[in-house]
């Protein structure tokens, strides 16, 4: 049961332009969300969070939004640069309970981002 | 940022053998530490919740007598991949976290791990 979907396996995208990066949830119980960036044999990467009191948070280049109703949250990087290309991770988690915040991963979407 | 450190980043030994692999965080206190295990172009699958002081709460399908993990001190967590079988060989990650709910997992760098 994936409970964190990230469909595109792979984006391709110009230097100086927007990437967009999508994830689905399907937990309802999730209520903190993050995304990550991982090159190879490296470990993750944090970049940005957001509650679930939130639809949006910015960090430089980086903004994540989230749409509760649709279960859904997006990066959006802009501009593009050589040096994002990577592997991007979601993640999700529920804070409440005896979870401590452990965190459910999507499966990844490869960024290109070509000069 | 955070700085987790994981020791160490590549083992290759026999089968049988029983190997650890130790996880630190530098700059902060971590309450919670988790492990993770990737296979090759999957996601992270996390293995166990390390909380300091008490024992790890393992994920299901996780053989807690296999992947024994220690979390003594609040900077340090172990997992030892007891009598390891080429079937362990994976790339494992650990992170940390400070106490708060809402704040990130920071991960160490992996330990590529290789049982012949």
């Known amino acids: 049961d994936q409970q964190v979907k990230q469909n595109s396996p792979s984006l391709s995208v110009q230097e100086g332009r927007i990437s967009i990066l999508n994830c689905d949830y399907t937990?309802?119980?999730?209520?903190?969300f993050l995304w990550y960036k991982k090159y190879p044999a490296e470990g993750p990467t944090f970049l940005i969070s957001?509650?679930?009191?939130?639809d949006k948070n910015e960090d430089g280049r980086f903004t994540v939004f989230l749409n509760k109703s649709a279960k859904h949250l997006s990066l959006h990087i802009v501009p593009s640069q050589p040096g994002d290309s990577a592997v991007y991770f979601c993640a999700a988690s529920s804070t409440g309970g005896t979870s401590y915040g452990k965190l459910t991963f999507g499966q990844g979407t490869i960024l290109t981002v070509h000069p | 940022g955070a700085v987790v450190s994981q020791h160490p980043s590549w083992v290759i030994c026999k089968s049988g053998t029983s190997v650890k692999i130790e996880c630190r965080s530098l700059d902060f206190q971590a309450t919670t530490m988790f492990w993770y295990r990737q296979f090759p172009k999957q996601s992270l699958m996390l293995m166990a919740t390390s909380n300091e002081g008490s024992k790890a709460t393992y994920e299901q399908g996780v053989e807690k007598d296999k992947f024994l993990i220690n979390h003594a001190s609040l900077t340090l967590s172990t997992l030892t991949v007891t009598s390891a079988h080429p079937e362990d060989s994976s790339f494992y990650i650990c992170?940390?976290?400070?106490?708060?709910?809402?704040?990130?997992?920071?991960f160490g760098d992996g330990t590529r791990l290789s049982i012949l």
């Open positions: 957001i509650s679930s009191i939130k």
């Open positions: 992170s940390a976290k400070r106490g708060t709910s809402n704040q990130p997992q920071h």
């Open positions: 937990n309802s119980m999730f209520d903190y």
